[in-house]
């Protein structure tokens, strides 16, 4: 299966069952505009998108999360968070995503 996005095509061999189209390809635009940029702002991942901010927190706390770090900040009153792909993780790909998000479901039906 392949995702284009902006002229740079990613094949992806690994396909779990259960996450929709769209998802992986807002995924594979995450990784991508993280990869390009050291730190971003949440929102400015989501206006480089044009998706809902909302969305873009839920995608990155869903499935992100153990790729990426995150610091939140409380300044003036104004709350943000800054993304950043973390040290050894910047040649992270859906594929890696994927394979996470399946093991973790995994070891979630083993324990019940």
Not at 40 to 56: D, E, Q
Not at 58 to 81: E, N, Q, S
């Amino acid at each position: 299966m392949k995702y284009i996005l902006t002229g740079v095509a990613h094949r992806v061999n690994f396909m779990p069952k259960g996450l929709q189209t769209s998802t992986k390809q807002r995924l594979v635009s995450i990784l991508l505009i993280l990869k390009n940029v050291p730190q971003i702002h949440l929102r400015g991942i989501a206006r480089t998108l044009k998706m809902n901010p909302f969305t873009v927190s839920t995608l990155i706390d869903r499935y992100l999360t153990p790729f990426v770090d995150i610091d939140r900040t409380d300044l003036f009153g104004f709350r943000f968070k800054i993304i950043k792909l973390k040290p050894g993780k910047e040649n992270t790909t859906l594929e890696d995503v994927l394979r996470y998000y399946e093991t973790k479901k995994k070891i979630k039906n083993s324990e019940v």
